[in-house]
C-alpha cells in the first residue's frame, strides 16, 4: 500500500459519513498555520509577505485544536511559518492525535534534528543506545549531543515529544537538488540539512513525506533525479504540486528580487507541460495523491476547484476562499463553508478561470480533493488500484546519485552572493540570482527589447476571457517598468 492502512480506512469512513450525511462540501484536510513567522525566506512563498503584519503572532493551542474539531478534517497539515518555531507544537501534535487525526509537520528541516534529539533525550533506553551509536557513526548526531542526550535531566526526560507514529509524518519541503533547492530557500545548506535529518528519522523509525512546489524554471529531468535521491534515502511519499502566481508571492518577485513573475511561476498550458512525466513518476516513485489529479496535472482531464475540503486556519482565522488567495477571514468554518459564494471561484468545464486569479492554478488544495471525492465507477476503481497497490520499491543508492544530489554549496558552487546582489541591486537590472549557464542577462531584461510575456502567459492562452488578468499583468509590469525606468509592452 501506498499509504499506512489505518489511516486510509479513516479517510474512506469519513468521505463515506459525509456522503451518507448528505453533506456537500466537507473538509478533507485542514491546513493549520498555527504562525507566520519562519527562519526562512523562500522565493515563492507569500506567506511571510502577506501576513508580515502579524508575523509574530500566535494562534493558541486549545484555538488550534478547537479548529480541527470543528472542521472535523481526518487529516491535519500544519504549515506556516516553519512549525517547528510554533512554541507548543509538540503539545499541538499531541492534542491532534488524541482527537485521532492524521499529521503532517510541512518542515523546511532545518530544526527536525535538534527535535528528534529531544525525543531521543525524553526516551532515552537501550534501543535508543543502539539509534545513537548509529547516528553517531553517520555523522547524523555528534559525541557532544549523544551525551547530552544519555545525561538528560528529568525536565528533558518529561518533555511532550514529537515521536515516531503511523499517523504522523515530517513533510519536508525539497523543491530540488542541492543548488536549486538552496536558491529558492536563500539559504546555502538547507538542502544538506534535510537529507541529513530524512536520515536521522528513517534511523528512528519516523514516515517522512517530501512536499515539492514546481516552477516554471524547474527542469523536469531534475525533479526525476531528486525523486530517485529521495526515494533511495527511504522516503516514504512525496506530494508534488504546481507553484501558483497568487498576489502575495507575486509582489515579493517584483519588490524584492526585480523579477517578472510571468518568468517563475507556471500557466496551466506550462504546468501541462512540466507535469507530463507525472504519472510515470506515480509508477516509479510513491507519489502522495490520487490518479485523477496526477492526469488533471498531465493534462488529460479538467477537474473543478473545491477548496472548500482544504480550508486554511490561521493567526486571522478561517482564511477564504482558498490557501492561496485572501478575501477574508471568517471565525468559523461553518460561516465560511455558509458565506462564501464558491461558484465565482476555480474553473468552468473548458478549464477557464471563473475568477481571473483562479485561471493559472492547479493547486494540490483546490484539485485533489475533487479527484478523491469523485465517485465515478472508474475513479473510485482507480484511486482503490492505485492506493492498495504495491507500493514503488526504493531507487537503489549509489555514490553516483549522491554526487547528482549534491551539486551545489558542497562542491563550492556557491549562488547566494549573486542572489544577493540580484536583491541588493534592486530593479536594476542585476544578474539575476536565477540566470544559468552562463546567461547572465534576466529574462525581464528583454522586456524593453520587444519580448512579448503575453504570449506565454496563461492569461491568454486557451480561449479564456483575459481581460481581468490581462489587467493584473498590465499593472504588474507598468509596476516593474516604473521601477525599472524601461519601457515594457503590455498587450
Ligand atoms: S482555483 Fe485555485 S486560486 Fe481559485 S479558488 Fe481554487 S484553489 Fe483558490
Not at 473538509?27 to 507569500?46: D, I, K, S, W, Y
Not at 487525526?101 to 523546511?108: F, K, L, Q, S
Not at 509524518?169 to 538552496?182: A, M, S
Not at 492561496?324 to 477571514?329: I, K
Amino acid at each position: 500500500m501506498r499509504f499506512p492502512l489505518a489511516p486510509t480506512a479513516k479517510i474512506a469512513r469519513h468521505i463515506v459519513t459525509n456522503k451518507l450525511k448528505g453533506n456537500r462540501k466537507f473538509a478533507m484536510v485542514l491546513q493549520l498555520e498555527p504562525l507566520h513567522t519562519c527562519n526562512l525566506t523562500c522565493t515563492g512563498c507569500g506567506r511571510i509577505r502577506e501576513y508580515s503584519t502579524s508575523l509574530k503572532d500566535l494562534v493558541p493551542l486549545e484555538q488550534c485544536l478547537a479548529a480541527a474539531a470543528e472542521c472535523e478534517a481526518p487529516m491535519i497539515s500544519i504549515c506556516g511559518g516553519e512549525p517547528l518555531i510554533y512554541p507548543k507544537i509538540e503539545e499541538l501534535v499531541a492534542g491532534l492525535h488524541d482527537q485521532g487525526r492524521m499529521v503532517y509537520i510541512c518542515t523546511n528541516g532545518v530544526f527536525m534534528r535538534k527535535k528528534m534529539r529531544e525525543y531521543m533525550a525524553a526516551n532515552y533506553s537501550p534501543a535508543i543506545e543502539k539509534n545513537l551509536l548509529q547516528l553517531v557513526a553517520e555523522g547524523l548526531v555528534t559525541e557532544k549531543e549523544a551525551e547530552t542526550i544519555r545525561k538528560s535531566d528529568p525536565a528533558a526526560r518529561q518533555k511532550v515529544v514529537i515521536k515516531p507514529s503511523k499517523w504522523h509524518y515530517w513533510n519536508v519541503h525539497v523543491d530540488g537538488l542541492e543548488f536549486t533547492h538552496d536558491l529558492i530557500v536563500e539559504r546555502e545548506g538547507v538542502f544538506k540539512e534535510c537529507v541529513l535529518a530524512i536520515q536521522m528519522a528513517k534511523i528512528l523509525g519516523y514516515q517522512v513525506a517530501t512536499n515539492t512546489t514546481v516552477y516554471r524554471e524547474t527542469d523536469a529531468a531534475e525533479l526525476e533525479e531528486m525523486f530517485k535521491f529521495l526515494s533511495s534515502l527511504g522516503v516514504d511519499g512525496h506530494t508534488i504540486s504546481p507553484g501558483y502566481d497568487y498576489d502575495a508571492a507575486k509582489k515579493d518577485m517584483v519588490k524584492r528580487l526585480g523579477k517578472d513573475p510571468t518568468d517563475f511561476f507556471l500557466t496551466r498550458q506550462l504546468t501541462r507541460e512540466k507535469f507530463k512525466n507525472i504519472e510515470r513518476w506515480g509508477e516509479m516513485f510513491t507519489i502522495f495523491g490520487t490518479p485523477g489529479y496526477l492526469e488533471f496535472l498531465a493534462g488529460k482531464r479538467e477537474l473543478a476547484c473545491s477548496a472548500w475540503a482544504v480550508p486554511t486556519y490561521n493567526v486571522r482565522g478561517w482564511k477564504a476562499p482558498c490557501y492561496v488567495m485572501t478575501e477574508t477571514h471568517y471565525p468559523t468554518y461553518q460561516e465560511m463553508l455558509a458565506k462564501v459564494n464558491w461558484d465565482k471561484f476555480g474553473v468552468d468545464a473548458k478549464g477557464c478561470g471563473r475568477d481571473a486569479r483562479c485561471e493559472n492554478c492547479m493547486m494540490h488544495s483546490g484539485f485533489e480533493p475533487t479527484a478523491a471525492l469523485s465517485s465515478s465507477p472508474r475513479d473510485s476503481w482507480i484511486n482503490f488500484k492505485y492506493n492498495f497497490g504495491s507500493r514503488p520499491a526504493p531507487y537503489p543508492s549509489s555514490p553516483e546519485l549522491t554526487k547528482t544530489a549534491y551539486n551545489g554549496a558542497t562542491i563550492g558552487k556557491g549562488h547566494l552572493a549573486e542572489a544577493k546582489a540580484a536583491v541588493n541591486r534592486e530593479f536594476s537590472g542585476a544578474k539575476s540570482a536565477y540566470a544559468r549557464g552562463g546567461n547572465d542577462l534576466p529574462h525581464d531584461a528583454g522586456a524593453g527589447q520587444g519580448h512579448d510575456h503575453s504570449h506565454d502567459h496563461g492569461g491568454s492562452g486557451g480561449g479564456c476571457s483575459t481581460g481581468p488578468a490581462n489587467d493584473q499583468l498590465a499593472d504588474l509590469k507598468a509596476k516593474i517598468a516604473a521601477a525599472k525606468k524601461i519601457e515594457v509592452k503590455t498587450d
